[in-house]
């Protein structure tokens, strides 16, 4: 089989580059074995950043139809409300997001339903294996196969195990203990102790269920994650005494998702006629909230700018696929989405006199921003989609 692009898995990243590359007219042709993608724990909530640039891609009223929008967070610490944020968060379950995405590829893009053995870059035509025993040469591959490392390997990519256990996020619903609906729109906890390891909890909406994403920094066989598996509620009460002054008595329902994440630097990704997106590329701290932001402006900037031009002259050397990796927008998301994986554990795990007055100055400065906004309600509080758009960082508000 023949094709100008192969794009190799469908997830999110994949779906979006075949969506954008198919709709511009390009021959395309997409492999993952999954007809519909199947549920995951993964990212359940975008925020008005990933907006911005989902827009530039083309898919964003796709989602929003899907999604649940709450416009307003609220930040709360040591068991009270420190600060409500109009704040856009767009809350939906990762497979309903990928699958949306995928209802968006133009019927012109070729599909196969089945894994990837192997890829063989090259300058004019890369391999792509299939299981099923068939090949596909493509001027350019783009690899958006996930945190699989299998086929990174085969290309001869090598990287570091750099932060082994970064971080822990735990997913699970959340009802009131009495029945009805919780105060808040959506609400972000920051921790009572620095002891415990906690970064924060998300709580946020997808249709009426109460999601909530709990980030942490422990050992995945810490003795508060086995107690948490025994009994979830009592050990939110015990990493979090004051939680329910703020949000009233409430129970933990259903399955409970824990998922470790371990942070690696790749060396070198440069290779003829291919090139690496979304997790394949890096896989995030998922504290940080900025993994499908990575994977939008891969993908965004990849399909918008790069490939065009790529594909308006012959070969695909290592100077084009070079031109990606070092684009401006890339490299400032991917460095922003490092700096704040590593500056949230700083700042959650760090000991002593200089720590602890960062953690109360933090909270003494949303109070004081809150109180302030209240005496003057013209005081702006919500950054807006261009901003939002400007600076990587707004994609989440935390801490
Ligand atoms: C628990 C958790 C919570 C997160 N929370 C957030 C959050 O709140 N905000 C945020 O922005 N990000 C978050 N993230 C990060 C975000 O989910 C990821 O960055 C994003 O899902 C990566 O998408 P992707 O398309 O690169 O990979 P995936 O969605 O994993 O897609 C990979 C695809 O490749 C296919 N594939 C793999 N191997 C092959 C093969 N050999 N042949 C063919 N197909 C193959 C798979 O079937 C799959 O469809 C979170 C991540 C986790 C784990």
Redesign the pocket.
């Known amino acids: 089989m023949q094709t100008e692009v192969a794009v190799?898995?469908?997830?999110?990243?994949?779906?979006l580059a075949a969506t954008m590359l198919g709709r511009a007219g390009h021959d395309v042709v997409i492999?993952?074995?999954?007809e519909v993608?199947p549920p995951?724990?993964?990212?359940?909530?975008?925020e008005q950043g990933?907006m911005a640039v989902l827009r530039r891609c083309g898919v964003a009223d796709a989602i929003l139809r899907n999604a649940t929008h709450t416009g307003e967070l609220w930040i709360a610490r040591f068991g009270r409300i420190v600060d409500k944020v109009p704040f856009d968060q767009f809350g939906l379950a990762?497979e309903r997001l990928?699958n949306t995405v995928r209802a968006e590829i133009p019927a012109s893009v070729r599909v196969c339903r089945?894994?990837?053995?192997g890829v063989t870059p090259g300058a004019d035509g890369a391999q792509v294996r299939l299981a099923d025993g068939r090949t596909i040469t493509a001027r350019l591959v783009v690899l958006?196969?996930?945190?699989?490392w299998?086929?990174r390997q085969a290309l001869g990519l090598t990287r570091d195990l750099v932060s082994p256990c970064h971080s822990i996020?735990v997913?699970f619903d959340l009802e009131p203990a009495g029945g009805g609906d919780f105060a808040f729109p959506g609400l972000q906890y920051n921790p009572e102790r620095s002891s415990e390891g906690m970064a924060y909890l998300?709580l946020f909406r997808i249709g009426r269920t109460m999601r909530a994403?709990l980030f942490l920094y422990q050992p995945l066989k810490s003795p508060w994650l086995k107690s948490f598996r025994e009994d979830p509620d009592a050990a939110l009460a015990v990493l979090m005494p004051r939680l329910s002054r703020v949000i009233g008595p409430s129970r933990v329902v259903g399955p409970v998702?824990v998922?470790p994440?371990d942070l690696h630097e790749m060396h070198d990704p440069v290779r003829p006629g291919v090139v690496l997106?979304?997790?394949?590329f890096a896989?995030?701290c998922?504290a940080t909230?900025?993994?499908?932001?990575?994977?939008f402006t891969d993908v965004e900037r990849l399909c918008n700018t790069h490939i065009p031009r790529w594909l308006s002259t012959p070969g695909m050397g290592t100077e084009k696929i070079g031109a990606y990796y070092a684009d401006p927008a890339k490299t400032a998301c991917d460095a922003m989405s490092v700096a704040r994986a590593y500056e949230l554990r700083a700042l959650t795990l760090g000991t002593g006199p200089v720590w602890e007055a960062r953690r109360y100055m933090r909270f003494g400065l949303r109070l004081l921003r809150w109180g302030l906004r209240s005496l003057v309600p013209s005081l702006p509080a919500r950054r807006t989609e261009r901003e939002a758009d400007d600076a990587p960082k707004s994609?989440s508000p935390v801490r």
Request: with cysteine; hydrophobic share 30%; charged share 20%.
């Open positions: 190799v898995g469908g997830g999110l990243a994949g779906a492999v993952d074995p999954h993608y995951d724990f993964r990212c359940e909530k975008l990933h990762y990928v089945t894994f990837v053995d958006a196969s996930g945190p699989n299998t086929l996020t997913g998300s994403n998702k998922r994440t997106v979304g997790d394949a896989t995030p998922p909230g900025t993994g499908s932001l990575k994977v994609a």
